[in-house]
């Protein structure tokens, strides 16, 4: 049926972008400068706004308000930045609010513990919240991952028309890989276009693609009783990277439903099994 199908029907492109990165991670999120340079000056803005209440009110209200600065840093889910966060923390609120003020040297014991005190919780609080938020984006991506498949075998349980299906997949696609543009194609294989596997690996036609390269374009072919019925054009942004292994899997699963799809509204005759002398298993029902 593949063949006797006018291109033109099975061509789908879906041009959205996402607001989220790879993996269903919400967009808005500081890249690694930007989250270094907040860890180095936001303590510093906190701990000179405070220099006009540093005689009126306790160093210990200011050293709490710096950890959670360092807190909302880790929110960035950036260490170094956290790490940064903390020493500049502990700088600033012994330079600008500690006796003797605007030295780099503490005058009273209990100022050196509330510092060196301020700079391990902001440090330790910090890596917790790293990792909290690390667990829940990676549970977002689990979730993103599940819920595509998910979908697509329940079009094709629910015996949706084909074009619906593909339309689907290509938006699915586009939303698990963060894709520029996603499309189906039923010509056969671009020539020097990077080729999704099965396994999850991106190749060229002859050699593995460096997986730390930016690319532009990959395709994953759609299969059914060993035959290929066509192509998702996976198009990425500018200076992409390499998806994760397990976005690459989900996304051949969810292929593997559109080549479902195709055999269920298109289903070839199976072959004939092979003639064997030996003992065969016969299924008998109970009386």
Do not use: K, Y
Not at 19 to 34: E, H, K, M
Not at 136 to 157: F, P, Y
Not at 224 to 238: M, N, R, S, T
Not at 255 to 268: I, K, L, R, S
């Amino acid at each position: 049926m593949a063949r006797r199908t006018d291109p033109d029907d099975l061509r789908w492109g879906r041009g959205h972008r996402r607001s989220a990165a790879v993996g269903g991670v919400p967009g808005g999120r500081l890249g690694p400068v930007a989250a270094c340079l907040a860890g180095l000056t936001a303590p510093c803005a906190l701990a000179a706004s405070w220099i006009p209440l540093r005689t009126m009110l306790p160093d210990t209200d200011l050293a709490l308000l710096l950890v959670l600065v360092v807190l909302a840093i880790g929110l960035t889910a950036r260490r170094l930045a956290v790490a940064l966060a903390g020493v500049s923390a502990a700088l600033w609120f012994e330079f600008l609010d500690t006796r003797p003020f605007g030295e780099l040297w503490i005058q009273r014991t209990p100022d050196l513990q509330t510092t060196l005190t301020l700079a391990l919780v902001g440090i330790v609080g910090g890596e917790v919240t790293v990792r909290a938020v690390r667990a829940r984006r990676t549970a977002r991506a689990e979730n993103v991952r599940l819920t595509s498949v998910t979908r697509a075998a329940s079009r094709l349980a629910s015996g949706d028309e084909l074009g619906a299906v593909i339309a689907a997949a290509a938006d699915d696609l586009t939303r698990l890989m963060a894709l520029r543009r996603c499309s189906f194609e039923v010509a056969t294989a671009q020539r020097g276009r990077a080729r999704l596997e099965r396994d999850g690996r991106i190749t060229l036609p002859d050699h593995p693609v460096d997986p730390g390269a930016p690319w532009s374009s990959s395709e994953l072919s759609v299969w059914g009783h060993g035959q290929v019925f066509g192509h998702f054009v996976l198009e990425f942004p500018p200076g992409a990277r390499r998806p994760s292994r397990a976005d690459l899997l989900a996304a051949t699963a969810l292929v593997d439903q559109v080549g479902a799809a195709f055999m269920a509204q298109a289903p070839f005759p199976p072959e004939p099994p092979e003639v064997s002398s030996g003992p065969r298993l016969r299924v008998v029902p109970r009386a």
